[in-house]
């Protein structure tokens, strides 16, 4: 059984949900996943009496049987976080396991998209605030695993673009959380070391023994641009590979709707118009289409006003003629519910007014908001 590790400074956020589930020393659930901290007495409170405990995944050797689970995201969201971490060090270590931890990650992320799809984006929405770098590339994964699939690539195309997702940033890892949080224009060596990353992720993947050159070629691509304006080669059309295409449009996704210490995150729907733009040179048309296709008009894990004036997080996208569904939280009168009522916004009083940007996120238990057993 694992112990319960102290939080370490600056792994709390005001305004932002809890990643994981927060104990006090006995072992007791303080807070649980999803909960938003509103002020610093209470980030204070926590530091003095909270602990939390990440789950650690432990995988045999040869998978010899069926994982039945049911897959909720929410609940796997500190695991994929470890096994990421884990991942990227035994890669920049060139430990020999490298190549199977990174496929069966892949093959975790894979398995949680498609049986848990709505779920899994809301995760990308719910966590744009203030990313880490592992939590981005993470929704880089997430988000190809979609796009691939829209855009019709074959599953061991999406396979080797979800390992090229999870492995593209490698060179970024130790400084990327420092440069998001820092307001100041970037100096030549900064630059230096963003354009150079491709090749240095490059590098330490062909040292661990992953040669795969589909996966090598995606991320050697993945800045080059449709029109040769990117970067290293100046690439155009038809030289890049779509799934160095879709991987840039992820991680263009996730920087327009994350918050940052220079600027603002944007809403959903303004990063929707960016995006249909994008297809105007930049990417191949059929996918920023794809990405559009995926998210729908209001994508899972966002909030919005309905018209009769309740505010909820939309669960679930369009089935057919019903939907978006919606899981309403406050009332009309702005007063929270002690539970979450289901809403079909295709039903007339139910239609979506506007989205919601609150400067602080809600607390919301998600695993039961989106109706997994706990």
């Known amino acids: 059984m694992t112990e319960l590790v102290r939080i370490a400074p600056g792994a709390l956020t005001i305004g932002r949900p809890l990643p994981w589930n927060v104990y006090d020393a006995d072992g007791n659930v303080l807070l649980r996943q999803g909960y938003v901290i509103q002020t610093n007495s209470q980030l204070e409170q926590l530091f003095e009496r909270g602990r939390f405990k990440p789950r650690k995944i432990e995988r045999p050797q040869e998978e010899v049987f069926e994982d039945n689970r ?8 500190p695991d994929l976080l470890h096994s ?3 991942t990227l060090n035994a890669i920049t270590e060139s430990d020999p396991s490298a190549q ?12 949680t998209c498609t049986e848990s799809p709505e779920a899994s984006l809301a995760l990308v929405h719910l966590y744009s605030i203030g990313p880490v770098i592992h939590e981005q590339i993470l929704f880089y994964a997430i988000l190809c695993q979609f796009i691939g699939r829209q855009f019709g690539l074959e599953d061991n195309r999406v396979a080797v673009l979800t390992a090229a997702a999870l492995t593209a940033n490698l060179a970024l890892v130790p400084i990327a959380d420092k440069l998001n949080a820092s307001n100041t224009v970037l100096n030549d060596e900064q ?3 963003i354009r150079k990353h491709p090749q240095r992720s490059i590098q330490a993947l062909r040292a661990a023994g992953i040669d795969n050159k589909l996966l090598l070629t995606i991320i050697a691509q993945h800045h080059e641009q449709a029109d040769g304006s990117g970067y290293p080669k100046g690439l155009s ?3 890049i590979r779509p799934e160095a295409e879709i991987l840039a449009l992820a991680e263009r996704y996730v920087a327009m ?5 220079y600027r603002q995150r944007m809403n959903v729907a303004n990063a929707r118009k960016l995006i249909a733009n994008l297809a105007d040179g930049k990417f191949r048309p059929a996918i920023p289409k794809a990405l559009l296709q995926v998210l729908g008009e209001f994508p899972p894990g966002i909030l ?3 018209d009769n004036n309740e505010v909820g997080v939309v669960t679930r996208r369009p089935v057919r003629a019903r939907g978006p569904f919606v899981k309403a939280i406050f009332g009309p009168r702005g007063n929270r519910y002690t539970g979450t009522f289901e809403r079909d916004t295709s039903q007339p009083d139910f239609g979506i007014q506007a989205l919601e940007e609150p400067e ?9 908001v989106w109706g997994f057993r706990s």
């Open 257 to 261: 709707i994350t918050k940052r210490a």
């Open 191 to 193: 630059r230096g070391v």
């Open 304 to 306: 919005v006003r309905l």
């Open 100 to 111: 199977k931890r990174l496929l069966g990650l892949a093959r975790m992320i894979e398995r």
């Open 84 to 86: 990421l971490e884990a």
């Open 70 to 77: 049911e897959r909720n995201p929410f609940a796997d969201y």
């Open 237 to 239: 059309g038809t030289e």
């Open 360 to 368: 602080i996120m809600p607390s919301m238990d998600f695993s039961l």
